[in-house]
DNA sequence: TGCAGTGTTGCTTC
DNA sequence: CGAAGCAACACTGC
């Protein structure tokens, strides 16, 4: 399940790939998850240049030389992979990912041929096109929160938030994607451990160095586990296929009944379902 | 065998 | 307005 640093790392790697290849096709079997009618987007994608990928949370936002925009989100199971005819497609990729690719962007630059193949488990994954204009308007991207890795969260705007927020939970406004832009699950579990707080805890109730501390652990958590390319904990797969490094390092999530890695601490982590979502965390040096 | 659980987000309902 | 519940899917695990 792709987080901002999941989503990051496959940003980084197609501005690598993909940059300056020139859309010569696209193929689907589920339209459903074009968001317009699959005339009007290919029209719309064909025959332009990727001029650059960037991402806004977790979506991931393909510029063409027109101007117009790619927006991509792959939601829980999605993938891109990008293949060349030399690329060497490994074990581990064979697998699972390979037999749920649903839309697939044939590139030219030169004489090189590669593509760019989006699998997708649950199918939940969706595209849409806008232009420059429609990127400005868009109600859906205009909605999210602050970027947590941006220069403009400082600890006094997410003291703001948590103000604003304050009879909610610490873990729910990490996760409102209206608020702070990127952080799911793991990564709320994650960071939440390391600050040493419940996820349970409401805003009023916390203390300025509590704050704090939450602030200076997002931006550890989600640097640490960019540095690592992102969590293969199930299914997340970079664009060569292969898993991240940070599922080898993490400390509460999907570690149940696992014993608290924090030294000195006896305690045991434990699992909870929060509105129907697991909240995973350590009764023992939490608080 | 069968059914709950899994996670992201938008939509519906109250 | 906010919160809660559910649907969009398909596979895993108990």
Known sequence: MPELPEVQTIVDDLNKKVHDYKVAGFWTDWKKAIKLDLGRFKK??????????????????????????????????????????????????????????????????????????????????????????????????????????????????????????????????????GLIAGIGNIYASEILFEAGILPSRKAEDLTNDEKKKIHEKIRAVLGKAIRLRGTSDSDYRDTDGAPGGFQKVLKVYNREKEPCQRRACKGVVKREKIKQRSAFFCEGCQI
Request: net charge positive.
């Open 44 to 177: 719309g994608i064909i025959g332009k240049r990727i001029v650059g990928v960037d991402r806004r949370g977790k979506n991931i936002l393909a510029h063409l030389d027109n101007g117009s925009i790619m927006h991509i989100h792959l939601k829980m199971t999605g993938h891109l992979l990008v293949k060349s005819k030399k690329s060497k497609i490994k074990s581990y990729f064979k697998e699972k990912v390979n037999q749920y690719i649903h839309h697939i962007w044939y590139l030219e630059k030169d004489k090189k041929k590669i593509t760019m193949e989006f699998s997708d488990l649950r199918k939940f994954g969706k595209i849409r096109l806008l232009d420059e204009k429609g990127l400005k308007e868009d109600k859906e991207l205009g909605s999210l929160g602050i970027e947590p890795l941006s220069n403009e969260f400082t600890l006094k705007g997410f003291k703001k938030i948590l103000e604003l927020k304050r009879k909610k939970t610490i873990r729910d406004i990490l996760m409102d994607q």
